[in-house]
């Protein structure tokens, strides 16, 4: 069975950086691409970054430039250090593989990371 643990939200303010990590267990983890997922109140989940096993990697427009997605294999783990934080970025954030085509999770969310950005 999959799970997925993230950890590493906050409160910080506009400009500053936090570092996400997702533990994943139950997989062959380097075989799969994975992303980080944001929800904002009122919004729907979206993909905004997502690493291949081979360390290619993409960003939604909102956070390029200002986040990075990195992965360790042997820990079986995958970060986000984000910053440049901006108010919007508020939301909770999830890790998991996208499908290639439809950007839709393979598996069953975690509980999350809450990631507030406010002076």
């Known amino acids: 069975q999959v799970q997925l643990v993230e950890s590493g939200g906050g409160l910080v303010q506009p400009g500053g950086s936090l570092r996400l990590s997702c533990a994943a267990s139950?997989?062959?983890?380097?075989?799969?691409?994975m992303g980080w997922y944001r929800q904002a109140p009122g919004k729907q989940r979206e993909l905004v970054a997502r690493?291949?096993?081979?360390?290619?990697?993409n960003y939604s427009d909102s956070v390029k430039g200002r986040f990075t997605i990195s992965r360790d294999n042997a820990k079986n783990t995958v970060y986000l250090q984000m910053s440049s934080l901006k108010p919007e970025d508020t939301a909770v954030y999830y890790c998991?593989?996208?499908?290639?085509?439809?950007?839709?999770?393979?598996?069953?969310w975690g509980q999350g990371t809450q990631v507030t950005v406010s002076s």
């Open positions: 998991n593989a996208p499908r290639s085509m439809t950007k839709t999770p393979i598996w069953d």
């Open positions: 690493i291949t096993n081979g360390g290619g990697t």
């Open positions: 139950g997989i062959i983890f380097s075989r799969f691409v």
